[in-house]
């Protein structure tokens, strides 16, 4: 699939220092169309920005992860000091902690480029949350794949 769908919205420059942001990756097939959402929230829990893109064929796993590295080069570009990023999978999340070993090469690749990423975060956190307290994350994925073509 060559045609990426990105729907974003909100302000993508001039970041408070302080954000949460919520992601979520989705696969239709597992491996098979795949997309990630993401929202960006100040630390009154008010809306910044939020993007969906997707991926072409990927797993769920890929997708997840996809979305994590997005929102880590997201708060990067705008010198976020303090970031809290929340997402459903409890896979990534030990896995980003080093609680959990990386078997997929392509799992292992990503998870490098989100290490770098880490590292230029002076404080960074992520968190496992349910399904439940990630709507709006898992909505933006799913918009993506129901606006591809």
């Known amino acids: 699939m060559n045609n990426k769908v990105v729907l974003s919205n909100g302000r993508s420059a001039s970041w408070p220092h302080t954000v949460v942001i919520y992601t979520d990756g989705a696969s239709r097939g597992n491996p098979g169309l795949a997309s990630f959402g993401l929202t960006v929230m100040d630390s009154e829990e008010e809306k910044i920005f939020e993007e969906a893109q997707t991926l072409g064929i990927a797993t769920n796993n890929v997708a997840e992860y996809k979305g994590i590295q997005r929102a880590l080069e997201l708060a990067v570009q705008n010198n ?3 970031l809290t990023i929340k997402t459903d999978s409890q896979l ?4 980003l902690k080093g609680e959990y070993k990386i078997k997929s090469p392509n799992l292992k690749l990503i998870h490098n480029q989100c290490s770098l990423l880490i590292q230029k975060i002076p404080e960074w956190n992520c968190i ?11 909505e933006l994925a799913n918009l993506a794949l129901d606006s591809a073509p």
């Open 128 to 138: 496992h949350v349910f399904r439940e307290n990630n709507k709006r994350a898992d």
């Open 92 to 95: 990534v999340v030990r896995q």
């Open 80 to 82: 976020v000091k303090n």
